[in-house]
T-cell receptor, first 114, second 111 residues
């Protein structure tokens, strides 16, 4: 039972490159989230999904895209990477309902844009 | 406008003593509050939560207190242990929806 798995763990991108951060879960949770954490800061919500086929923007969606074709997978796409996207990205899942606030996080993906 | 604030970036306590971490919020619609703990190079892990219908929730050494009139919550750890050294994030949500996080407080428990 792996929980929430993120790949890659580390990546260096050049300005203007694109990439996809992968997130997969085996917890059968409907709710999935992408957060970013900048140094010394809290987690900012990028995008979230309440089920397969349904996605919505969070606080800081610009420069990112997501898709949710299955319950298990919630990839985050970075288009035209910029230095401001240097951050640690966390994928999380939740059960929904009254337990929706209790999130289960992956280990994070550290992205550097140079 | 930051809706969830943790005004103390760091806290240092002696092993065995009480640790008190504080969190303030501005959105009166928040009705569910959570604390997460994060070790370096790991994702946050859920610690304890409280609904707005309560003013206290206890789980072992961890107790969360909620003061709705002051829009303030606190996490008490008694007794503190060196393994509790981590970053603690306060989070809040409306109708148990998506969570808004504070910037975190780094707790150091000295042996």
């Amino acid at each position: 039972n792996a929980g929430v798995t993120q790949t890659p763990k580390f990546r260096i991108l050049k300005i203007g490159q694109s990439m996809t951060l992968q997130c997969t879960q085996d917890m059968n949770h409907n709710y999935m989230y992408w957060y970013r954490q900048d140094p010394g800061m809290g987690l900012k919500l990028i995008y979230y999904s309440v089920g397969a086929g349904i996605t919505d923007k969070g606080e800081v969606p610009n420069g990112y895209n997501v898709s949710r074709s299955t319950t298990e997978d919630f990839p985050l796409r970075l288009e035209l990477a910029a230095p401001s996207q240097t951050s640690v990205y966390f994928c999380a899942t939740g059960e929904g309902g009254r337990k929706n606030g209790e999130l289960f996080f992956g280990e994070g993906s550290r992205l550097t844009v140079l | 406008d930051q809706q969830v604030k943790q005004n103390s970036p760091s806290l240092s306590v002696q092993e065995g003593r009480i640790s008190i971490l504080n969190c303030d919020y501005t959105n009166s619609m928040f009705d569910y509050f959570l604390w997460y703990k994060k070790y370096p190079a790991e994702g946050p892990t859920f610690l304890i939560s409280i609904s707005s219908i309560k003013d206290k929730n206890e789980d072992g050494r961890f107790t969360v207190f909620l003061n709705k009139s002051a829009k303030h919550l606190s996490l008490h750890i008694v007794p503190s242990q060196p393994g509790d050294s981590a970053v603690y994030f306060c989070a809040a949500s409306v109708n148990a929806g998506k969570s808004t996080f504070g910037d975190g407080t780094t707790l150091t428990v000295k042996p």
